[in-house]
Structures are given as C-alpha cells and as structure tokens.
C-alpha cells in the first residue's frame, strides 16, 4: 500500500497571488508519475471579477480536461486580480480524478480555501496558507 502512494501522481490546483494584484491559477503534478485523464469538479464554480465577459469554467481545462501531466509539470495562466475581488467567494471545493500507475483511477478532494488575506489599508494581498489541502 505504501509503495502504491509512492509512485501515484497527485494532482494540485492551487490560486497564486501577486504582489501586482494578479491571480494565477495553477495547476501541477506532485509525484513520481505521470497523470492522465485529469478532471475537475469546481463547486461553487469559479467566478471572476469580469462577470460575464470572461467565464473561467468555460475554458478546456475545465470543460474536457487535460490530457496528460508528467510529473513536475505546470500549467499556470492568469484567472483575476484582487482588486474588486471583496466579498466574491473564494472558497472551492475541487474534486479531481485521474488515472495514475496501470490505469487505476484516482479521485480526491482538494480545498481551494481562503488563499489570500487582504489588510484593511489598501487591500493589498498577503500569501499566508496560499495553495491547496488535501482533505
């Protein structure tokens, strides 16, 4: 059993937030091989601040996956900024599945909780408990 955790992928998503006000959203693979078939169940889905000039969930990643994702491998694109972000939601439940070692499928639910902490003066971002939790 310990072997098998060993050398299954795991896979990551994770909001990142920069000092400019940009947001990131990235995703990667943790582990010793490669995932396929990857899948996510975003709830609440993600919202932007673009509104309805720019629906996240309607990318490809989100609407039929990724492929394949070697070990090590990121993939990262902007998704907002905080800027105007103020009372939105920013805590998602992510379900991810995946096949990992000899196609065996693996699913687990990942916490994209509150990512960023914004002060009173200026709601400028800090990083504290950035990323995601395995459940």
Same mark, same amino acid.
């Given at each position: 059993m310990l072997r098998n955790a060993q050398v299954r992928p795991f896979i990551v998503i994770e909001f990142r937030p920069e000092p400019t006000s940009?947001?990131?959203l990235r995703i990667s693979t943790v582990g010793s091989t490669m995932a396929r078939d990857i899948r996510f169940?975003?709830?609440p889905p993600l919202v932007t601040t673009r509104g309805n000039q720019w629906n996240v969930m309607d990318l490809q990643i989100f609407q039929s996956g990724?492929?394949?994702l070697a070990p090590g491998r990121v993939i990262e694109?902007?998704?907002d900024t905080?800027? %105007?972000r %103020?009372?939105?939601n920013d805590r998602h439940e992510v379900?991810?599945?995946y096949t990992g070692v000899k196609r065996a499928l693996l699913e687990h639910p990942l916490d994209v909780t509150p990512w960023l902490e914004r002060s009173s003066? %200026?709601?400028s971002p800090t990083t504290r408990g950035v990323g995601t939790q395995p459940l």
């Open positions: 940009v947001i990131h169940t975003v709830e990724i492929k394949s694109f902007f998704f905080w800027i %105007g %103020g009372e939105m379900t991810v599945t003066v %200026g709601q």
